[in-house]
């Protein structure tokens, strides 16, 4: 049976410059192949120690059991800082349960329903651009994959469409901040006290400015329609008018544009990842591409939009559920031991760096069977309930799961459903596709695949 595309691990043991080397080009690659079958393993630097975690009663307990006493690490926040200030992915502690206390009831179940034409219409829109590349030609899917959920996002967060001039000038420049942002950043390898200086890149910086520069504005209008009795009754203005049920405040200009941020990095970039890697599956085994099809044929009629369509796109929702066990967006999150911890008999010091890795844990030996292969099948089964229930969380777990993970699982079968019933995917022959890693999961050099339309119009 021919597997998904996986990247090689590192052979043996590398010295720590040699693991930064290969952590900057891959995160995925960086990494030797034993954590596929340990429960715990320990990574020592001269400046802290690591333990990534597979042992699902050790991941419940960082994410569930005991949330606060594994804040998210400081040093995830080093990269990403002048991008995403102070916004509820990087904050801990009070702040952070403050943010999701105004942010949560805009993703709650009710308002999926309210949000969902929005996203119906990007995904029809999404379809119409690729008309006129669908001509056997090769196609780089994640720049169309990428285009769609930014305009899932600038829909359903602002009501305006990809074509507006300021979104589509965010979408811009976010390509350009993602060319320039390293994922490993000085501060995130050497203990730096606050004061001392990142070394940002010159354009890491100046495609952050401008990113929220243009974010402030579409901000600073939705608050002046908000205060003059016209704005759109969308995410942003939920967002903007929830107060917080504790203190009453609600966000400022100022905060609302790093949640804003944030929702874009994490909407639309992770969005467009699975998406991708959804679509090339399905290109690699047709057999399942045709099973999503005739589901998205009989199911979906784009001329009309009802929110029960999704309930009955099952095939659909298990191919995209499978993408995201084999490709999470993204692959790992790393936590602090605020105190001294002992795990699997090993003591862990305050201060120490807890890596808990979707990418390894759902593509574990001892807890998956045929982990590594492609079967949406698998969660209809013991071994794949089992799973499901211990071992897979693309969008974290506990107190801090995403909070947009209702929405993701919308939009990502959604899109998928469209796409699908719209164009037949083929792999392009000398171009196959290789995981890598940065912010997310995406193809090493892009993800190729031809198009033909499935109904010509």
């Known amino acids: 049976m021919t597997l998904p595309p996986k990247p090689p691990a590192r052979p043996g043991k590398v010295s720590l410059w040699r693991y930064m080397r290969l952590f900057r080009a891959d995160i995925l690659s960086a990494q030797p192949a034993h954590l596929y079958r340990a429960w715990m393993a320990e990574f020592r630097t001269p400046f802290f120690r690591s333990y990534m975690c597979n042992d699902p009663a050790l991941v419940d307990l960082v994410l569930k059991a005991r949330p606060d006493d594994f804040p998210k690490s400081d040093r995830i926040r080093e990269g990403l800082a002048p991008l995403l200030g102070n916004s509820v992915f990087v904050t801990n502690g009070e702040t952070w349960k403050r943010q999701r206390r105004i942010i949560d009831p805009a993703f709650e179940g009710g308002r999926l329903r309210d949000t969902f034409p929005a996203m119906w219409d990007a995904g029809v829109a999404a379809v119409e651009r690729l008309r006129a590349r669908a001509d056997g030609q090769p196609v780089e899917i994640e720049a169309e994959t990428s285009e769609a959920a930014a305009d899932v996002i600038f829909r359903?967060?602002?009501?305006?469409?990809?074509?507006?001039?300021?979104?589509?000038?965010?979408?811009?420049?976010?390509?350009?901040?993602?060319?320039?942002?390293?994922?490993?950043?000085?501060?995130?390898?050497?203990?730096?006290?606050?004061?001392?200086?990142?070394?940002?890149?010159?354009?890491?910086?100046?495609?952050?400015?401008?990113i929220r520069a243009l974010i402030t504005e579409l901000t600073a209008r939705r608050m002046a329609e908000i205060e003059a009795g016209r704005a759109p009754d969308d995410l942003a203005t939920k967002i903007m008018t929830t107060r917080d049920p504790v203190t009453g405040q609600t966000f400022d200009t100022a905060e609302m544009v790093d949640q804003v941020a944030i929702f874009f990095l994490a909407g639309h970039e992770t969005s467009a990842s699975a998406l991708a890697w959804a679509l090339y599956l399905l290109a690699l085994y047709p057999d399942w591409q045709d099973k999503v099809a005739e589901e998205a044929a009989r199911e979906i009629d784009p001329d009309r939009i009802y929110f029960s369509s999704l309930k009955r796109l099952k095939v659909t929702r298990d191919v995209f559920r499978e993408t995201l066990r084999l490709y999470p967006p993204v692959p790992m999150m790393v936590r602090e031991a605020a105190g001294c911890e002992h795990f699997r008999g090993r003591e862990v010091k305050p201060g120490s760096q807890v890596v808990l890795s979707p990418w390894h844990q759902q593509r574990h030996e001892r807890i998956w069977d045929n982990p590594d292969a492609f079967d949406p099948a698998r969660f209809a089964t013991e071994n794949g309930k089992q799973g499901l229930r211990t071992a897979y969380m693309p969008f974290s777990a506990g107190a801090r799961v995403c909070t947009g993970s209702g929405f993701a699982m919308a939009e990502g079968p959604l899109l998928l459903a469209l796409l699908v019933r719209a164009f037949r995917f083929e792999p392009v022959e000398g171009r196959p596709a290789m995981p890598v890693a940065h912010l997310t999961v995406r193809g090493k050099d892009g993800i190729w695949l031809r198009l033909t339309p499935r109904n010509p119009v």
């Open 156 to 210: 359903t967060l602002f009501s305006i469409p990809i074509e507006h001039e300021v979104a589509g000038k965010v979408f811009s420049e976010f390509k350009a901040h993602q060319r320039a942002q390293p994922v490993l950043n000085l501060g995130a390898v050497l203990p730096l006290p606050h004061w001392f200086p990142r070394f940002h890149r010159r354009e890491t910086k100046r495609t952050a400015r401008r």
